[in-house]
């Protein structure tokens, strides 16, 4: 005990009004309520930290995954950091494919949480760091409406590492439970079947799950045809998607890449949907499904 | 008896049907033909204009794409430049009746003297035969058919898929690029991109 009880009382109040600051109102533009809200109460200088910039979209609208299928356009930023603090890539939940035939669109709808990682500079002097953004997105519905807010967020120096806030914990492990997962033991590969892409997925050694569909969302905005009907099925030890390639003649891409999302129980003990995939094309074409019963976990 | 030979015919018809209903056109081969009636109410077909290039832009004023570039005055500048030079540029327009960009023909005259449009004409698709042959996929979305027929642009006016017409001036200008090598005689630099802009409202 360091400190008597006055002090104690100044200190907490103190802390207080810098969790306080810590919040920043979102900026509603229309169906589109935007605001950055931050993982942590304070940040420590050359510790990165993340941050959430939160498009929460009244419905019926949605806006873009990165690749947006036929159309659409996905959320862009541009940020406004203190000198030194750097900002990385936007991070997106995986997209609900939204079909208005002839059209399939990858969407985000709902209360859309896009993750950054923020690092500050090892060395900073100030109290506190504002960190600001401009952020633009397309919605749609019917008909499309483009948007844009500036939003902000000014966080403490904290005393010693930063110090996670309890009311956004659960936000943010929602936010990432919905970003693509790395395979966890499924390995993947990719092949050219006369007309089709196949996308090979083997569960690993432990799996005893079943998963009875599954659906591919390319990075690549024109590598398959967005609203072709994807062939999910099993295959020898694991399973395979059937797509459609966008044009047949192209040269085969090196990789197949994106995110596959399946049921909730497939990946085990983790609460990920999504798996990221990035799967090299294989030279050969795949053998008979009936001349390979015995296909191991080695792609 | 009458059946048995209807049959075949009425499967026929539908696998045609089938084929046909979207995207015939391929860039290097011949623009799929069509006849379609303008908003001043003249029947225009694409074998009207052999000899001619000729562009095809998918249009919706409504659309925030569509605004950028002719908010910017960007499309009715290139439709300018070009029908100086020879070019029939030809804007479309697919929205199904009752959805967003369909307007009467007099409603249209309206819009495009507002909008200062220079393009040849403005034809009429509501039912979406000609959008869909051609797989028409965004407004704005941009064919280029050369003299002779023959598909050599499909895709976007330019690499900058924004809504803000602040970006149009750093853009490649995919269209100018073509039209310029058609007019020169020369291949198209970059035949095929993907279109962007607001989903054409069939």
């Given at each position: 005990m360091r400190y008597g009880a006055p002090m104690k009382a100044l200190l907490t109040s103190w802390i207080f009004a810098l969790a306080t600051l810590a919040a920043a109102a979102p900026v509603r533009n229309g169906p589109v309520a935007a605001e950055l809200v931050a993982e942590t109460r304070s940040f420590a200088p050359g510790q990165p930290f993340t941050v959430a910039v939160r498009l929460a979209l009244d419905a019926p609208w949605h806006a873009y995954w990165t690749n947006p299928g036929d159309s659409g356009l996905a959320p862009a930023i541009e940020w406004k950091l203190p000198a030194g603090f750097t900002a990385g890539e936007l991070q997106f939940p995986y997209p609900r494919a939204i079909a208005t035939p002839p059209f399939m669109t990858y969407g985000l709808e709902g209360d859309v949480w896009l993750l950054a990682t923020i690092a500050p500079p090892a060395e900073w002097n100030e109290e506190r760091a504002t960190l600001a953004a401009t952020v633009d997105w397309l919605i749609c519905d019917e008909y499309c409406v483009p948007g844009s807010a500036e939003v902000e967020l000014t966080l403490p120096v904290g005393a010693g590492p930063a110090e996670p806030d309890p009311a956004q914990a659960a936000a943010f492990a929602a936010a990432r439970a919905r970003l693509p997962a790395d395979p966890g033991g499924w390995t993947f590969r990719a092949l050219r079947e006369s007309d089709r892409f196949v996308l090979a997925a083997v569960p690993p050694a432990d799996f005893a799950g079943d998963v009875p569909a599954a659906e591919f969302f390319p990075f690549?905005?024109?590598?398959?045809?967005?609203n072709a009907p994807q062939a999910w099925g099993r295959d020898g030890a694991g399973y395979r998607i059937e797509l459609v390639p966008a044009d047949p003649a192209a040269p085969l891409p090196a990789t197949l890449s994106g995110v596959l999302v399946g049921p909730d129980s497939w990946h085990a003990g983790s609460p990920h949907r999504a798996l990221r995939v990035v799967a090299p094309f294989s030279d050969s074409e795949v053998p008979p499904r009936s001349a390979n019963p015995e296909r191991n976990n080695t792609p | 008896m009458k059946a048995k030979i209807l049959l075949p015919i009425l499967i026929a018809a539908l696998a045609l049907g089938a084929v046909q209903a979207w995207a015939q056109a391929a860039v290097g081969a011949p623009a799929p033909s069509f006849t379609l009636t303008d908003t001043k109410g003249a029947a225009h077909a694409l074998?009207?204009?052999?000899?001619k290039p000729v562009v095809l832009e998918w249009t919706n004023p409504d659309c925030p794409f569509v605004k950028k570039h002719y908010g910017a005055k960007n499309m009715q500048a290139l439709q300018a430049k070009y029908v100086a030079q020879g070019v029939v540029w030809l804007s479309v327009c697919s929205s199904a009746s009752g959805k967003q960009g369909h307007y009467p023909a007099d409603e249209w005259n309206r819009i495009l003297a507002e909008q200062g449009s220079a393009a040849t004409a403005l034809l009429l698709d509501p039912d979406g035969q000609v959008g869909r042959a051609y797989g028409a996929k965004t407004t704005p979305h941009l064919f280029v058919v050369d003299a002779a027929g023959t598909l050599v642009y499909d895709g976007a006016i330019d690499d900058n898929p924004s809504t803000d017409s602040a970006d149009i001036p750093g853009a490649r200008a995919y269209v100018s690029e073509a039209l310029d090598a058609v007019l020169a005689g020369a291949p198209v630099p970059v035949a095929q991109t993907k279109p962007y802009g607001c989903s054409v409202k069939y």
């Amino acid at each position: 005990m360091r400190y008597g009880a006055p002090m104690k009382a100044l200190l907490t109040s103190w802390i207080f009004a810098l969790a306080t600051l810590a919040a920043a109102a979102p900026v509603r533009n229309g169906p589109v309520a935007a605001e950055l809200v931050a993982e942590t109460r304070s940040f420590a200088p050359g510790q990165p930290f993340t941050v959430a910039v939160r498009l929460a979209l009244d419905a019926p609208w949605h806006a873009y995954w990165t690749n947006p299928g036929d159309s659409g356009l996905a959320p862009a930023i541009e940020w406004k950091l203190p000198a030194g603090f750097t900002a990385g890539e936007l991070q997106f939940p995986y997209p609900r494919a939204i079909a208005t035939p002839p059209f399939m669109t990858y969407g985000l709808e709902g209360d859309v949480w896009l993750l950054a990682t923020i690092a500050p500079p090892a060395e900073w002097n100030e109290e506190r760091a504002t960190l600001a953004a401009t952020v633009d997105w397309l919605i749609c519905d019917e008909y499309c409406v483009p948007g844009s807010a500036e939003v902000e967020l000014t966080l403490p120096v904290g005393a010693g590492p930063a110090e996670p806030d309890p009311a956004q914990a659960a936000a943010f492990a929602a936010a990432r439970a919905r970003l693509p997962a790395d395979p966890g033991g499924w390995t993947f590969r990719a092949l050219r079947e006369s007309d089709r892409f196949v996308l090979a997925a083997v569960p690993p050694a432990d799996f005893a799950g079943d998963v009875p569909a599954a659906e591919f969302f390319p990075f690549a905005e024109d590598l398959i045809q967005h609203n072709a009907p994807q062939a999910w099925g099993r295959d020898g030890a694991g399973y395979r998607i059937e797509l459609v390639p966008a044009d047949p003649a192209a040269p085969l891409p090196a990789t197949l890449s994106g995110v596959l999302v399946g049921p909730d129980s497939w990946h085990a003990g983790s609460p990920h949907r999504a798996l990221r995939v990035v799967a090299p094309f294989s030279d050969s074409e795949v053998p008979p499904r009936s001349a390979n019963p015995e296909r191991n976990n080695t792609p | 008896m009458k059946a048995k030979i209807l049959l075949p015919i009425l499967i026929a018809a539908l696998a045609l049907g089938a084929v046909q209903a979207w995207a015939q056109a391929a860039v290097g081969a011949p623009a799929p033909s069509f006849t379609l009636t303008d908003t001043k109410g003249a029947a225009h077909a694409l074998a009207d204009f052999a000899g001619k290039p000729v562009v095809l832009e998918w249009t919706n004023p409504d659309c925030p794409f569509v605004k950028k570039h002719y908010g910017a005055k960007n499309m009715q500048a290139l439709q300018a430049k070009y029908v100086a030079q020879g070019v029939v540029w030809l804007s479309v327009c697919s929205s199904a009746s009752g959805k967003q960009g369909h307007y009467p023909a007099d409603e249209w005259n309206r819009i495009l003297a507002e909008q200062g449009s220079a393009a040849t004409a403005l034809l009429l698709d509501p039912d979406g035969q000609v959008g869909r042959a051609y797989g028409a996929k965004t407004t704005p979305h941009l064919f280029v058919v050369d003299a002779a027929g023959t598909l050599v642009y499909d895709g976007a006016i330019d690499d900058n898929p924004s809504t803000d017409s602040a970006d149009i001036p750093g853009a490649r200008a995919y269209v100018s690029e073509a039209l310029d090598a058609v007019l020169a005689g020369a291949p198209v630099p970059v035949a095929q991109t993907k279109p962007y802009g607001c989903s054409v409202k069939y």
